[in-house]
């Protein structure tokens, strides 16, 4: 019977190559609030949901290009990649062969990127980590590495940013792991010691030996919107202390309330934040006046924090949060 038959072909009687699809990736999920959202959309406005203002996760390549002038990044240190001393394997599968899986996968080195940039023309050295590459951690590669953008920024007097992002120590290489948080530390502390300013930028996630090191010793520490910031896990806390937790326990606003992190920057902000804190904190060949401001020796640029605010003479004043001492309070 005819009617029981297709006499027109329809899409089923196209090849896969003759239809027209919609490509993947095209729309992305916000993980926050469940909207559906346009990828290139999503992108120019630096991977920030226009919804609920949820900060995506991104790579280190993407923060570069977010925090330093275009075409001034200078990689360093590339070259690096770790070894498997301990014949280390999980599950059947080496150590070895999760390094190259994780190189494949992610087109990085290892987990972290450094190098020189300039923000706003300020020089600076850089130190991005990638939660792309086995979680962030850190392993022998990784502290070497940031150890190196450290020493850099004693040789040149640059000052230093790191981006934090990772899961912890690298467990894959024990011992050897955690010998980065001394050696980091360390070097931070010489840093300290010659005036050198280091910003450290939390982003979700900071956890584990990282934030047991580096990512806590800088001279100003930024956080990212709802980052998640800690060393253990909350379960584990949870059960520690056997008792209930605040629902933003750990996560970046916690933290500045309980004096933490120094402030949470929306990653629009971002690059403006950071040359108000580099100018700010850079201005060592300023003198200081009765008014209480720092006035240039060439007379063309002022800087001053009055009330909260870090002003200079060029640029629009950003509001920081005030300090109180036990008296005000």
Known sequence: MSWLRRDKKGLKGKSRAERREIPDGLWVKCQSCGEILYRQELEKNLW??????FHFRVG???YLDFMLDEGTFEERHSGLTSLDPLKFKADRTSYSDQLQRAKTKSSLEDAVI???????????????MDFAF???SMGSVVGEKIARAIRDSLETRRPLIIVCSSGGARMQESILSLMQM???SALLGRMRERGIPFISLLTHPT?????ASFAMLGDVIL???????GFAGRRVIKSTINSDLPDDFQLAEFLVEHGMVDRVVARHDLRKVLSHVLRFCTASNMEFLDNGERKSEDDTTTTALFDGRIVTADEDPVDVEPIQDDASA
């Open 48 to 53: 920030v949901c226009s919804g609920c203002r």
């Open 60 to 62: 280190a390549h993407e």
């Open 114 to 128: 450094c190098g020189f940039g300039l923000i706003n023309g300020q020089p600076v050295s850089v130190a991005v």
């Open 134 to 136: 086995m979680g962030g």
């Open 182 to 184: 001394a050696k980091t």
């Open 207 to 211: 956890t584990g030996g990282v934030t």
């Open 223 to 229: 956080a990212e919107p709802r980052a998640l910031i």
